[in-house]
């Protein structure tokens, strides 16, 4: 597996909710809190959790509103968190490329 390190796999993304946000997010370009739980068909806390963990990570900005008396939760990937996806992708296509040989 020539061309391959292990160490070059983002721990952040690797989990199968937080690499669903990153995905959704790198095409949606923004999407509020409600439809991305329901596109990963996830919890409140579950998805809340992922999210804390990519907004540390610098990979999602997370802007929070009021329409009406109701909260708005606004997600969208920062510059980092693209770079870092692009990077990911680059990395599984490798571990894959050599897996297929």
Do not use: C, W
């Not at 061309?3 to 199968?16: Q, T």
């Not at 068909?41 to 963990?53: A, E, F, W, Y």
């Amino acid at each position: 597996m020539d061309g391959f390190d292990i160490d070059d796999i983002d721990e952040v993304i690797h989990g199968r909710v937080r690499l669903g946000v990153m995905a959704f997010l790198s095409t949606a370009g923004e999407a509020d809190f409600n439809e991305i739980k329901r596109r990963l068909q996830t919890t409140d806390g579950n998805l809340s959790v992922h999210l804390r963990k990519l907004e540390a990570a610098g990979y999602v900005a997370v802007d929070k509103s009021f329409v009406g008396r109701k909260p708005l939760t606004r997600l969208h990937l920062t510059e980092k968190g693209r770079t870092a996806f692009v990077g990911y992708l680059d990395a599984m296509s490798k571990l894959v490329g050599e897996a297929a040989r």
